[in-house]
């Protein structure tokens, strides 16, 4: 089965660090774009980083030099480390694949999500 | 950064009625590059077009998405009672995305 599954997330206090976890299963993360997208609570959704299928990676400007991207291939895991945790870091945690398909691209897999709280 | 602008912020429908959702990029967008989500409460993100006008796998022909360059439209023919959702427009460019601050669709 195709799925993601996202974990790691919880209550932390501002300047903290977290490291959030998204377990694939069903298709190589090495060959897909894998990103992080969040949604703080009650707001929109907002890109976070990618990690391409060789290797480079972006960031949000809001999380950049803060958050680091990447992956275990062995273990088919996509990470983000998050240091310097903020307030407004606090959303749900979405890992989604980014893929190329009928001349065209899309985010067409998501996980459930992982909330995290910054707050002291 | 391409900034989408969805209009309006909340649509208040009966079921039946007709719902026509904007998304507007501060510049233009690669019709490749546009597309259009479902959000219910508690619930990942959905993909319901790509390529600005193409229906992802299982969504139902009520749905059906148009425009070009700077101005799209997702259009719900009759509201069902599982349509009552938010909706996101989202666009990649410079290896940067970005989503719109979503349309909400509520029952009237």
């Known amino acids: 089965e195709v799925q993601l599954v996202e974990s790691g997330g919880g209550l932390i206090q501002p300047g903290g660090s977290l490291r959030l976890s998204c377990a694939v299963s069903g298709f190589t993360i090495s060959s897909n774009y894998m990103n992080w997208v969040r949604q703080a609570p009650g707001k929109g959704l907002e890109w976070v980083s990618v990690?391409?299928?060789?290797?480079?990676?972006y960031y949000a400007d809001s999380v950049k030099g803060r958050f680091t991207i990447s992956r275990d291939i062995s273990k088919n895991t996509l990470y983000l480390q998050m240091n310097s945790l903020r307030a407004e870091d606090t959303a749900v945690y979405y890992c989604?694949?980014?893929?190329?398909?009928?001349?065209?691209?899309?985010?067409?897999?998501w996980g459930r999500g992982t909330l995290v709280t910054v707050s002291s | 950064e391409i900034v989408l602008t969805q209009s309006p912020g909340t649509l208040s429908l009966s079921p039946g009625e007709r719902a026509t959702l904007s998304c507007r990029a501060s510049q233009s967008v690669s019709s490749s590059y546009l597309a259009w989500y479902q959000q219910k409460p508690g619930q990942a993100p959905r993909l319901l077009i790509y390529?600005?006008?193409s229906r992802a796998t299982g969504i139902s022909d009520r749905f059906s998405g148009s425009g070009s360059g700077t101005d799209f439209t997702l259009t719900i023919s009759r509201l069902e009672p599982e349509d009552f959702a938010v909706y996101y427009c989202?666009?990649?460019?410079?290896?940067?995305?970005?989503f719109g601050q979503g349309t909400k669709v509520e029952i009237k």
């Open positions: 390529g600005a006008s």
């Open positions: 989604a694949r980014y893929v190329w398909g009928s001349r065209n691209w899309y985010f067409d897999l």
């Open positions: 990690i391409y299928s060789g290797g480079d990676t």
């Open positions: 989202q666009q990649y460019g410079y290896s940067r995305w970005t």
